[in-house]
């Protein structure tokens, strides 16, 4: 199974070539939690060359949508907020190309932090820019919660098969967030932290998963993953 990796740009740091806006950049996190699951891990550069984003899509089984620091776009950002913490737009528009192709090719997306984030607007779902402000919860930057696995979901099912409890201890660097209540009609949640912030989704079919913290920081729950990608033929249903 191959993977593919969005990557993202490095900002104010030409690429050597002197024509690029940044580097593409990833980090090896994503790809070692890959290739630790068994899988191929290829990584997607900037582009928004049609042609080219679409033999991508052809030769990847999964999408894999990173963290980053930014936020997505997709008209779900108050016009007040600096556009120092706001998604590229060119990002943006890549990452929608090719969520587009994967539904199209009826395959798998992952999205993590922002990644999940991203795939939530990209359904039409909403975000909250600032958690803390906007839902009175304590910070969810630098720091780790309890969340609950939520009964009849696929995420409930890979967790019971796999002998793992469904209350788990999370990483969490985030300041933007999901509420059930925001949350696209198009997809159920299977993950709530202590405080009700949506920590993860999926959908019905099974070919898209949402995870707001950071799980391949968390080697403990690769089985999760392993069974995400491995099951491509949407065997959960």
Do not use: W
């Amino acid at each position: 199974m191959i993977v593919g990796i969005c990557s993202d740009i490095m900002i104010n740091e030409n690429c050597i070539c002197g024509n690029c806006k940044g580097k593409c950049i990833t980090m090896n996190s994503y790809s070692s939690m890959i290739v630790e699951c068994g899988f191929v891990p290829i990584i997607i550069p900037n582009t928004l060359n049609q042609n080219v984003l679409d033999e991508i899509s052809k030769i990847i089984d999964v999408l894999l949508i990173c963290g980053n620091k930014s936020n997505p776009r997709n008209g779900t950002i108050p016009s007040d907020v600096s556009d120092d913490i706001i998604m590229d737009k060119f990002i943006h528009n890549r990452d929608t190309i090719l969520v587009d192709n994967m539904i199209k090719l009826n395959k798998k997306v992952l999205g993590i932090c922002y990644g999940m984030e991203f795939l939530n607007s990209y359904f039409g779902g909403k975000i909250y820019m600032n958690i803390v402000k906007d839902l009175s919860v304590k910070s969810h930057m630098k720091t780790t919660h309890g969340a609950t696995i939520t009964k009849n979901t696929k995420l409930y099912e890979i967790f019971t098969r796999n002998s793992h409890k469904t209350n788990i201890t999370v990483n969490s660097y985030h300041y933007a967030g999901v509420t059930t209540k925001i949350l696209s009609d198009k997809l159920v949640v299977n993950t709530l932290s202590d405080d009700n912030l949506v920590e993860g989704f999926e959908s019905s079919d099974g070919n898209i998963f949402g995870f707001q913290y950071h799980i391949e920081k968390h080697p403990e729950l690769y089985f999760v993953v392993k069974e995400i990608i491995g099951n491509h033929e949407n065997s959960f249903n």
